[in-house]
């Protein structure tokens, strides 16, 4: 969300996003967007000298509802119907996250954006998109990354790193140098059978391809 920033929201970035997700929406698919904090704050990185990790969690709870409520006002302002909903105690400035409210605006041809994480501490926002995901019976979960997918190793790093369009969850889970969600939402996704794709989403196109279930990225299964 920083998009060309150092931190902060990228208006021009979210308006973009607005764009790409319209075309996922006028295919036929429902949206439910589950948003980070970390252009803003990340929880475990602020715990220590005299911030307690439950503390810090939840203003990495707060961040996340910042990006929520601002790409909620950007949708809105490029025409996309929109709802922001919250898992925190925050609702004189979003709707309260509830199954059947947001049933309801996804039945009404609406995008629901979902800030505070899974509203406890310890809970990375991967895992509580698959909570989400799970809930609202949602078909997969799209990583949107800033990589083509997932590597064997560091890419970065490593000349000969290769890119794997497939990949079980027991090796997502098992194998140390991939590290592309966390365990708990890992484990999550692979007892429930839900599937995952790590794309890059800044991709013009990408998030599209994606929803239709076209090759791109890894596909965790």
């Known amino acids: ?27 036929g698919c429902e949206v439910v967007i589950m948003v980070g904090g970390g ?33 909620t006002d950007v949708f809105e302002a ?18 309260p996250f509830v199954h059947r409210l947001a049933n309801k605006h996804l039945a009404n041809g609406r995008i ?7 509203g406890r501490p310890y809970v990375t926002t991967d895992t509580a998109a698959l909570i989400l995901a799970l809930e609202l019976h949602c078909d997969v979960v799209m990583k949107a990354t800033k990589v083509d997918g997932v590597y ?5 790093r ?12 027991e090796r997502a889970v098992t194998d140390g140098a991939i590290q592309v969600m966390d365990n708990a939402a890992m484990g999550m996704a692979m ?11 800044p991709k013009p196109g990408n998030i599209l391809q994606a929803a239709k279930g076209e090759p791109i990225g890894t596909r965790i299964s």
């Open 152 to 156: 064997d190793k560091d890419p970065n």
């Open 1 to 27: 969300m920083a998009g060309e920033f150092d931190g902060g929201i990228d208006t021009k970035f979210c308006a973009w996003l607005a764009g790409e997700i319209k075309q996922v929406q006028d295919s």
């Open 39 to 71: 252009n803003y704050a990340r929880g475990a990185q602020l715990a220590g000298g005299g911030i307690q990790r439950v503390t810090a969690d939840q203003i990495g709870m707060l961040a996340t509802m910042m990006n929520a409520l601002a790409l």
């Open 191 to 201: 007892e429930h059978k839900l599937p995952i794709i790590i794309f890059d989403a």
């Open 112 to 118: 629901v954006i979902v800030g505070g994480g899974s």
């Open 158 to 169: 490593h000349d000969d790193a290769r890119k794997m369009d497939e990949m079980s969850y």
């Open 78 to 95: 490029e025409g996309l119907p929109t709802r922001c909903l919250t898992t925190i105690f925050a609702h004189q400035v979003a709707e």
